[in-house]
């Protein structure tokens, strides 16, 4: 995408602090920056991103006092810390963002505020300060079925509302997760709910074919347009956000390979594992004598780096046959032509990620939304590979062969080819992503 030059508008972009996040409101910095307008990215201090890969931007720090509100910041007490931000960076954030409509020059006008779904109190200062206010939704827009219509969660709505997308198991995952609903989840859902109905409408890192049911139903209950623009890191390339260094040393093991025969392993930036699975991990990848990327980030098992409980001789029966790296340039990587295949923990980053690229994926979800991202993938798409239950060397073994190996799953990588042209399609002038980008900017911004 060409940076175009008539535009002279600023737009104000508000962070959650964590990868999955960072990675999707930075691409859709860098499309809107392709699309000329300024940029300023507000963010928590804590998991502040690096100013230097994106020099284009402006960054701002607000004060987060996380520290002072004593939150953790393991995924089990995800809505306490949503809370926490929500409540201590809305007055910083207001008075910056009156500051720079104090500092406005005549020919540069902000725009409108963009803000991750999780800080919805920038709704609030944006409505105070009469600016538009616009949700971004960094996971699949199925998701925000439980936002427009309530009742979905009986199941028997939900079967009669989208029948096709019975395969999700929305009602159970509902039932599963809010089994002991927290006083905290209950104030975030209620508090994103009503800042969404404030807004001028939602903009989702997804794709119109591969959620046609769910978008369709959105956009029939939905109080504002939705907006629908993904996958926002082939919209416009963007320079690297991650948190962690990569290792570019992978891509040289890669251009050895042979041709789709390799299996990349991610779990993303939260999911843990336990020193069990390491074991059973590195054994299965051993014994399925595929090549494979494995990334072991620290915390992978919590409190330790990971690599210190691979098993003894694992690494020596492996030998160049194996790559391990802390933190992987994944989206090169899935692009790479020796990749056959993506162990995922279903984040819907790396989904996206892979859909893109047309590479198969053997689905091994942890957490909340990762559930729903597996059934689209292996129920409903048919791309991709359920591994459930314990994890066992010879169900890994036996999971790998079949994605790399056998007939199932060349029927997936072909399914998944055709998935990245249908993408490819979409980003192109007058496909569904592009041309829903060109109307959020007519219906949005130029107001
Ligand atoms: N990622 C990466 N290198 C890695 C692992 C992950 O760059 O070694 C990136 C990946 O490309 C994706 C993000 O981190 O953009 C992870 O987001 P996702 O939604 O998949 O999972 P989360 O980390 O939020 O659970």
Known sequence: MEKQAENSSRLVLVLYPFQGHINPMLQLATIFHAKGYSITIIHPEFNSPNPSNHPQFTFISVP?????????????????????????????????????????????????????????????????????????????????????????????????????????????????????????????????????????????????????????????????????????????????????????????????????????????????????????????????????????????????EGTELLPDGFLETVGDRGCIVKWAPQKEVLAHCAVGGFWTHCGWNSTLESVSEGVPMLCRPCFGDQFLNMRYICYIWKIGLELENELERGKIKGAIKTLLVNIEGKEMRNKAMEFKGKTELCLREGGSSSSSLDEFTKRILSV
């Open 64 to 304: 987060d006092k996380l520290l002072e509100s004593k939150v953790s910041l393991s995924p089990g007490d995800f809505m306490n810390l949503v809370l926490a931000l929500n409540k201590n960076c809305a007055a910083p954030f207001k008075k910056c963002l009156k500051q720079m409509l104090d500092d406005e020059h005549p020919c540069e006008r902000i725009a409108g505020v963009i803000y991750d779904g999780l800080m919805y109190f920038a709704q609030t200062v944006a409505d105070d300060l009469g600016l538009p206010g616009i949700s971004m939704r960094p996971t699949a827009a199925a998701m925000l079925l439980f936002a427009v219509i309530p009742q979905i969660e009986q199941e028997s709505v939900f079967d009669r509302q989208i029948p096709e997308l019975q395969p999700l198991e929305l009602t159970q995952m509902v039932t599963s997760m809010s089994k002991s609903p927290t006083d905290a989840m209950t104030e975030v859902r209620a508090a994103s709910l009503n800042a969404m109905k404030r807004s001028a409408g939602m903009i989702a890192n997804s794709i119109e074919f591969l959620e046609h049911a769910a978008l369709t139903k959105i956009g029939e209950h939905s109080p504002v347009p939705v907006f629908t623009i993904g996958p926002f890191h082939k919209l416009a390339p963007s320079s690297s956000s991650s948190l962690l260094q990569e290792e570019a040393d992978c891509i040289s093991w890669l251009d050895k390979q042979a041709p789709k025969s390799v299996i990349y392993v991610s779990f993303g930036s939260m999911a843990s594992l336990s020193k069990q699975d390491i074991v059973e991990i590195s054994w299965g990848l051993a014994n399925s004598e595929q090549p494979f990327l494995w990334v072991i980030r620290p915390g992978l098992v919590l409190g330790s």
